[in-house]
């Protein structure tokens, strides 16, 4: 199985802050990696597939980087809205894992 | 615009057999670029891939679950169907339904819906 790890597990954010989360997989996976964003008591919604590919309709302060074992997502000003929590998950294999989630609340 | 809506008992009895139904409309099951997954969240918790299903009937599992699910299509009712034997509490879950894409991430979710195990 591939390992997801992301860091921080939570943060706290002004509105305007520039947000970086950082997602590790245990292996190599190239850029087969996607980023979701996920509300209390909603589906998630996808933000990024392929690293750095921003998914139709999602905003650009968003935005994905990094490739084989580290990647980024990054929103360049937070927005009352983005409170919310993060995952990160690989497609490299046919068993498909997700990072543990990221928490951003409000400072 | 594709839409998918999972269906079932929101209540299952430990070490029966939990059942669950995909349907999705605004687009045909049978396309060629995706696969059809199923995806849990434990109350609090994190997410956990349970499996996927192409129209043709390819599946793959997640190792952990996979003595205990299977996944079924149906493409003349544009659904596909989820089972989990012996179930025990751990569980409990809302389960989603997705469009998966190893290249396009899983970009079309049902709104989930809640199982408890528990007699």
């Known amino acids: 199985d591939i390992q997801m790890t992301q860091s921080p597990s939570s943060l706290s954010a002004s509105v305007g802050d520039r947000v970086t989360i950082t997602c590790r997989a245990s292996?190599?996976?190239?850029?087969?990696l996607n980023w979701y964003q996920q509300k209390p008591g909603k589906a998630p919604k996808l933000l990024i597939y392929?690293?750095?590919s921003l998914q139709s309709g999602v905003p650009s302060r968003f935005s994905g980087s990094g490739s084989g074992t580290d990647f980024t997502l990054t929103i360049s000003s937070l927005q009352p809205e983005d409170f919310a929590t993060y995952y990160c998950?690989?497609?490299?294999?046919?068993?498909?894992?997700f990072g543990p989630g990221t928490k951003v609340d409000i400072k | 615009q594709l839409q998918l809506q999972e269906s079932g008992p929101g209540l299952v009895k430990p070490s029966e057999t939990l059942s669950l139904t995909c349907t999705v409309s605004?687009?045909?099951?049978?396309?060629?670029?995706?696969?059809w997954g199923w995806i849990r969240q434990p109350p609090g918790k994190g997410l956990e891939w349970i499996g996927s299903?192409?129209?043709?009937?390819?599946?793959y599992y997640n190792p952990s679950l996979k003595s205990r699910v299977t996944i079924s299509v149906d493409t003349s009712k544009n659904q596909f169907s989820l089972k989990l034997s012996s179930v025990t509490a751990a569980d409990t879950a809302v389960y989603y339904c997705?469009?998966?894409?190893?290249?396009?991430?899983?970009?079309?979710w049902g709104q989930g819906t809640l199982v408890t195990v528990s007699s």
């Open positions: 997705a469009r998966q894409a190893t290249d396009y991430g899983d970009d079309y």
């Open positions: 605004g687009g045909s099951i049978s396309s060629s670029s995706y696969y």
């Open positions: 299903i192409y129209y043709s009937g390819s599946t």
């Open positions: 292996q190599s996976i190239s850029s087969y």
């Open positions: 392929a690293a750095s």
């Open positions: 998950q690989q497609s490299y294999s046919t068993f498909p894992t």
